[in-house]
């Protein structure tokens, strides 16, 4: 329901040409951009507890108030910038149509508006991340933001998170 | 009218609900030959329940279908009409109807309006079947009923007096739309109609009807305050009893709705559901404020004279010279109005539905499963903190903080009772889940034409309110499973020199933290060689030499079915397959028996509750995993020679003479880091579905209780993971799924190491 009107938000935005609210956040030197109204909240990383046999990129499951939460590390899923966990590592936990999942950043930026007609397809090119799941190239001023649709990608079977069976 | 309705809506749902489940086990403990005067009544009592309350919130649909089977049930219970299976069968058919029909006003369910319609011309037919023999035989009433009020409906002339309420123009809309409907009863006449609103209408109706059935149709459209059915003097027979019971036969007119009659001493065995003054029986009825009266003088009737408005809520005047029995139960009913008028109220005018129950459930109240679901994780939460502070104080001196640690194991106490409590609040006997099954068999064996007797045992066992919603699909597919696959035909049972009468056993209890439910049948019994062939047909790797439990386990197999036939019965969809699947999502394990000739017997095990779990904490490496501990048997030091190798590869452990397979916990997850020399490690034996295993963990840490949380809400199913539990330092432990260990370890030993 919620995630509807999100989307039905998100598409209005679009196309009677308002800005959008999105999330910035560094992988190595590259800055990507989602959508803040899938973000729940923004914490440090802690102590994971790693799943038996689940992919590299699937650091474990945290305790988030009583809720366990899978945590990926967008850095190894990306290949970018160097997986360190230090006190400074944060996490962005998503709530991508009730399910809560935390993806690891090496910095969130901050939030920025941008307007549809800045948002620019991105060509298709290779690299480890399916262009399908980036929505476009933002540009603001100097800076490129990579946005990413991070609904699609959080539960596309490529990022091992849901059930085979549930998609 | 002004207050919404909506909101009792649930209130009827439920109590509908009940009602209809009252009716069905009345009905199927009923025995037409010699019905119970009581349970008769009580029939009657839910259909009319039902039919007050469905009226009152707008449920036409129930409405109409409740008012036949009332009518129908209410000469039964009168005596009027022998009950006969037709009835019963019907009756049953109607709740059907009735359950679909209040299905789809909750929103769940499509009504089926072509059912509702076929059940009430059946109904119909019933009664007017009833009519047709009494009124050849005169003295009617197979039972010695001196009534005379019995006497068959022989047509006669009423006249109905009441008001509409509400606006002009909706209130003649009404009453062209109450001519219509009484016009199937009879020739009607309006004497007066309304022009002015308050205006009292006035009905005349020759009919066969009784004046009840039209105070029940004139109900719905009428100020229920006004109405008066007056049987028109020349014609009148005797008046049968009113609608809302509040007076009981008189031979006279009787001219005021509230008038409460005192019955004549020959009525006095006529029972009223409602009735003031009844007899013995309904005496302990919620309604019956009069007992039996021992010395019926014919005192005058104690009339009501005051208007209709003004007796809205009865005041009934003592009677003149009180009976002396009862006077304690007759006087304070008498004297002190307010109460019992409050009380009366409702049931006169019936604007809220009837509460037959009414000493029975004083003592519990109707909660939201929500509120104690969201109650149950506060305390898991409460547990994981009280946790929590016994972990960080196991640092601090026991000298220097002797209360605070005294304090934290008082808390511990407490917090344990508190859950303990909490979770029984969620507990209900499986009788919820059993008490449906003699309707199934019921109706099975009959289509089948197979004699069975259900016999259930243990149905006090208590279990997770969850559980016996999600275990009930599953037991009825095993129920009909048994029926129409376990036991034999009658002649089969002959000939093999068993009863004709084959027994189906349903039995819960309690073992060792599981709940185990069997099903159990005196049948035929599973057929080895005919499970061996069909699988050999189907291409599945079997061979004579399997044992037994392993050929059972077959028929669990996806779309495996031995029936010779397909019936109607074991086409419905849901094959063992599936029952399999279902019953181990819920955490339990089925298990088959059977011997030839003398039956099968399914053992179902499921965990008490889904929500918490007495485990073990072991580690292995940097990891901590939960074993629910119902799966350990026993955990041991392997020494060097304990260990056997197969093949070059040391893979068995003798324990005791038994040689047991051995699962590396850190090779099936891939953890590094982990003891794998075995003397310095634990073999902890596990026993699931009846196989054992031995675990291979580098130590054992502690028992806990722990709060079972999905990971599969945010997160996959994990192969090997049963769930997952937050730690008393906060940290997440993976709950092991025991069962599927032990199968890896059986059918596909690890590669080497």
């Known amino acids: 329901m919620l995630q509807a009107i999100q989307t039905t938000a998100a598409l209005e935005s679009e196309e009677s040409g308002f800005a959008q609210e999105l999330l910035t956040f560094t992988l190595g030197a590259e800055e990507y951009a989602i959508d803040i109204l899938k973000v729940q909240e923004i914490r440090g990383y802690d102590a994971v507890t790693t799943i038996a046999n689940a992919p590299s990129f699937i650091k474990g499951v945290i305790n988030l108030r009583g809720t366990i939460v899978p945590i990926v590390d967008l850095r190894i899923k990306f290949s970018v910038g160097v997986a360190e966990y230090t006190p400074f590592t944060v996490v962005i936990i998503l709530n991508i149509g009730g399910r809560v999942v935390g993806m690891v950043v090496d910095a969130v930026s901050d939030v920025i508006s941008l307007k549809p007609e800045q948002i620019r397809p991105a060509p298709d090119f290779a690299s480890s991340v399916d262009t399908a799941y980036i929505r476009g190239l933002g540009a603001l001023g100097e800076r490129m933001l990579i946005v990413v649709d991070i609904e699609r990608l959080m539960l596309s079977s490529e990022m091992a998170l849901v059930d085979e069976a549930a998609q | ?197 308050g205006d009292e209408c006035h009905l005349r109706i020759v009919t066969e009807a009784s004046p009840e059935t039209l105070a029940g149709v004139v109900d719905f459209v009428a100020d229920a305050a006004s109405l008066r059915v007056e049987p028109v003097a020349a014609t009148a027979p005797p008046v049968e009893e009113e609608a809302y019971g509040f007076f009981t036969e008189l031979q006279q007119v009787v001219d005021d709705a509230y008038g409460f009659f005192e019955p004549l001493p020959e009525l006095a065995a006529v029972s009223e559901p409602y009735g003031l003054f009844s007899n013995v029986e309904v005496a302990v009825e919620p309604y019956g404020f009069f007992t039996d009266l021992p010395l019926p003088e014919p005192a005058p009737p104690l009339v009501l004279a005051t208007p209709a408005e003004e007796t809205a809520y009865g005041l009934f005047e003592p009677m003149a010279s009180p009976p002396q029995s009862p006077p304690a139960a007759a006087e304070p009913a008498a004297l002190q109005p307010p109460a019992p008028a409050a009380e009366l109220a409702p049931a006169v005018v019936k604007k809220a539905p009837a509460k037959p129950a009414g000493a029975g459930d004083s003592g519990s109240i109707r909660v939201s499963v929500e509120k104690v679901d969201q109650m149950i994780n506060l305390v898991g939460e409460l547990v994981i903190t009280q946790a929590m502070l016994t972990q960080a104080a196991s640092n601090v001196d026991p000298v220097v903080f002797e209360r605070l640690i005294n304090g934290l194991a008082q808390l511990e106490r407490n917090t344990r009772d508190l859950q303990e409590s909490v979770m029984s609040i969620r507990m209900m006997p499986i009788s919820v889940v059993f008490s449906r099954f003699p309707r199934v068999v019921r109706d099975l064996s009959q289509k089948l034409g197979k004699q069975v007797e259900l016999k259930t045992i243990g149905e006090t066992t208590e279990m997770d309110k969850s559980l016996v919603e999600r275990i009930t699909d599953p037991l009825t597919h095993l129920v009909r499973n048994s029926l129409d696959h376990g036991l034999e035909t009658p002649e089969r049972r002959r000939a093999a020199g068993k009863p004709e009468t084959g027994t189906i056993t349903l039995s819960a209890y309690h073992q060792s933290g599981n709940i185990v439910i069997e099903v159990g049948d005196d049948g035929a019994g599973l057929n080895r060689a005919r499970i061996l062939a069909k699988a050999k047909e189907r291409g599945m790797a079997v061979s004579d030499a399997m044992s037994d439990q392993e050929v059972w386990q077959l028929i669990m197999e996806p779309g495996f079915s031995t029936a010779e036939q397909v019936t109607e019965v074991s086409g419905r969809g849901v094959g063992m397959d599936v029952v399999k699947k279902n019953i181990s999502a819920m955490g339990g394990r089925i298990e088959l028996e059977s011997m030839t000739g003398v039956g099968t017997r399914i053992t179902v095990r499921l965990p008490l509750t889904l929500a918490i779990l007495d485990g073990m904490s072991v580690g292995v490496g940097p990891e901590t995993y939960i074993i629910p501990l119902g799966y350990v048997m026993e955990s041991m030091q392997p020494e060097r020679g304990m260990m056997k190798s197969v093949s070059g590869v040391e893979r068995l452990i003798q324990v005791r003479g038994e040689y047991l397979p051995v699962i590396c916990l850190h090779e099936v997850f891939h953890i590094g880091g982990a003891i794998t020399e075995w003397s310095k490690g634990i073999m902890v034996v596990l026993e699931a579905d009846g196989q054992s295993a031995a675990l291979f963990i580098d130590q054992l840490i502690g028992q806990h209780q722990v709060v079972i949380k999905s990971l599969e809400a945010n997160y996959r199913r994990v192969p090997g993971i049963a769930g997952a539990t937050i730690m008393g330092d906060g940290r997440v432990a993976l709950i092991l799924d025991v069962p599927v260990l032990v199968d890896m370890a059986r059918r596909v030993l690890p590669a080497a190491a």
Do not use: W
């Not at chain 2, 919130?57 to 049930?73: A, C, K, S, W, Y």
């Not at chain 2, 006003?105 to 007017?128: F, P, W």
């Open chain 2, 1 to 197: 009218m002004a207050i919404d309705m909506s909101q009792f809506y649930q209130v009827f749902f439920e109590e509908a609900a009940e009602h209809l489940a009252s009716m069905e086990a009345l009905l199927l403990a009923i025995n037409p030959a010699a019905p119970d005067p009581e349970e008769v009544n009580a029939l009657f009592r839910a259909a009319h329940s039902i039919k007050g309350s469905s009226g009152t919130f707008g449920f036409q649909d129930m409405m109409e279908v409740t008012h036949i089977l009332e009518t129908m049930l209410d000469r039964v219970r009168k005596g009027e009409a022998p009950l006969t299976d037709d009835m019963v069968d019907a009756s049953l058919v109607a709740g059907d109807v009735l359950k679909n029909l209040l299905g789809a006003h909750r929103g769940e369910d499509e009504a089926d309006r072509a059912a509702a319609e076929a059940i009430c011309h059946r109904l119909e037919a019933l009664c007017r079947a009833l009519d047709t023999p009494a009124e050849v035989v005169p003295p009617p009433a197979p039972t010695a009923n001196p009534e005379p009020a019995t006497a068959p409906a022989a047509e006669a002339s009423f006249d109905l007096h009441f008001r509409i309420s509400g606006e002009p123009a909706a209130a003649s809309a009404g009453l062209a739309s109450l001519v219509d409907e009484l016009s199937s009863f009879g020739r009607v006449e309006t004497v007066a109609a309304p022009r002015e609103p």
